[in-house]
């Protein structure tokens, strides 16, 4: 599948975003959608999954109570609700497709930047 993201921006410290990432294509053979980010020298990281069945998620602990995965009923679009944010969530985020067999596909990234 192709995958497209939006939302990105700048926010300040407590302030709210909502990433939103478009899938184009079959997603029958998707097992979880999911959003990694990758701060500046840093490497990329699960921010968090959601099931394209059954919906179950996970999430990085450093996120835990802030955000919020979730998927439409199409299973063709998965956002990223971001509360609470800290300077630290700053970083390129991309959303994932992630195959049955453990193939993924990436999506463009949207940069998230959290300052005053």
């Known amino acids: 599948v192709q995958l497209q993201a939006y939302g990105g921006g700048l926010v300040q410290p407590g302030g709210s975003l909502r990433l939103s990432c478009v899938a184009s294509g079959s997603i029958f053979p998707i097992s979880r959608l999911g959003w990694y980010r990758q701060a500046p020298g840093e490497q990329r990281e699960l921010v968090a999954t959601i099931a394209t069945f059954g919906s179950s998620t996970n999430y990085a602990d450093s996120v835990k109570g802030r955000f919020t995965i979730s998927i439409n009923n199409a299973k063709t679009a998965v956002y990223l609700q971001m509360n609470s944010l800290k300077p630290e969530d700053t970083a390129v985020y991309y959303c994932?497709?992630?195959?049955?067999?453990?193939?993924?596909?990436w999506g463009t990234g949207t940069l998230v930047t959290v300052s005053s």
């Open positions: 994932t497709a992630i195959y049955y067999g453990g193939r993924s596909d």
